[in-house]
């Protein structure tokens, strides 16, 4: 089982969701800079469970122990270790799935990869408790690049059928980053919220659940960084964000509208701008050939509904090798979108760091 990423800043990602703790290594980071971490726990708190109706009520503090590589307020150079300890399980609710694997959740792949030897409960290394030591190592490496003058920001695009307004691709307002960033519904315009809620209480009280997207926008990044084809901006970011549980889809600028455009429509015109070279437009999201121009990098993620719902499900059974019928315990998300931004961030940060 591999959960490692990056080359020059690699982080690590260990433990399972109702085992005795969750955590992060991360290697390669720089000796002396000086971390801020009281800003760390703001990024863990906007992903933290049991706070809102939308999310789980499993309560969990998710305050990290540092075990090493920070020493008063800065990096030491060596290993940064962190780990978060599990407190509110609840393992007899999963004894079912043992044996009759969730429709839509690893539990099956996971039973023939690793020949029934998978921690089930709550789903394991599987489960988007996991996501909580991404976020740690995100928080670390966004401070990184926010000195190198790199801001990273997401808000909620969209939940079921309600849509948030989009980042301006041109340009982005500090004002609006840094607030959003901070924010643990996040959304450009808060009258959507409403309506959104809406959607969620819905789909939880047909004891369903409803998916949805985020967009994230990195501004600040310089022309130049990124390498063609295998080794791109996108494939980069790419990559770290499919290791968040229950994203399915991604797309950078215009995305999959750019399919129905004409080329006079899609390309982005350049011009000089305060004697540097800008776009009028954004469409291809701040990346030409695999590397950055100079313009803000906007990408969408797209987050399936959670698996986990309280309906009758149809599955198998595993033990006697005869369909069968599934029935959910336990605590679970209706909606994991707003817990998921401040996730997709930090997958982008670790991402870009490894680029610099």
Do not use: W
């Amino acid at each position: 089982m591999s959960s490692t990423f990056g080359d020059k800043i690699k982080i690590s990602i260990f433990g399972e969701s109702h085992g005795g703790g969750i955590g992060v290594v991360i290697d390669g980071l720089p000796a002396g800079e000086k971390i801020d971490l009281d800003a760390v726990l703001v990024q863990m708190a906007r992903r933290a469970p049991g706070k809102d109706k939308t999310a789980t009520p499993r309560r969990e503090s998710d305050l990290p122990k540092i075990l090493s590589g920070i020493l008063g307020d800065a990096l030491t150079g060596a290993p940064l270790c962190a780990v978060i300890e599990n407190t509110n399980t609840r393992s007899s609710d999963y004894g079912n799935l043992l044996s009759k694997p969730r429709p839509a959740h690893s539990d099956y792949t996971a039973f023939v990869k690793y020949k029934g030897a998978n921690d089930i409960r709550g789903g394991g290394h599987f489960s988007g408790r996991i996501t909580a030591p991404i976020v740690f190592a995100g928080a670390i490496c966004r401070q990184l690049l926010e000195k190198r003058g790199v801001k990273i920001a997401a808000h909620i695009a969209s939940i079921g059928s309600v849509s948030d307004v989009r980042f301006c691709p041109a340009e982005i307002d500090d004002a609006l980053m840094n607030r959003l960033s901070l924010s643990s519904f996040a959304l450009i315009d808060e009258c959507a919220e409403s309506r959104m809620r809406g959607e969620v209480e819905a789909a939880r009280l047909e004891l369903d659940s409803i998916g949805g997207s985020v967009e994230c926008a990195v501004t600040g990044m310089p022309a130049g960084i990124g390498e063609p084809m295998f080794d791109g901006v996108e494939g980069a970011i790419a990559k770290a964000v499919f290791g968040v549980p229950a994203v399915k889809g991604i797309e950078f600028g215009a995305g999959f509208e750019l399919s129905k455009m004409r080329g006079s429509n899609a390309n982005d015109p350049f011009r000089m701008k305060d004697g540097r070279v800008v776009t009028e437009t954004n469409n291809c999201g701040g990346i030409l050939g695999g590397i950055s121009n100079g313009m803000p990098i906007i990408f969408r993620a797209a987050i399936k509904p959670t698996p986990s719902i309280s309906q009758k499900q149809r599955t198998v059974d595993l033990q006697t090798g005869e369909n069968a019928e599934l029935e959910i315990r336990g605590r679970h998300d209706p909606c994991i979108v707003p817990r998921a931004v401040p996730v997709i961030e930090a997958a982008a940060a670790i991402a870009l760091i490894n680029l610099f």
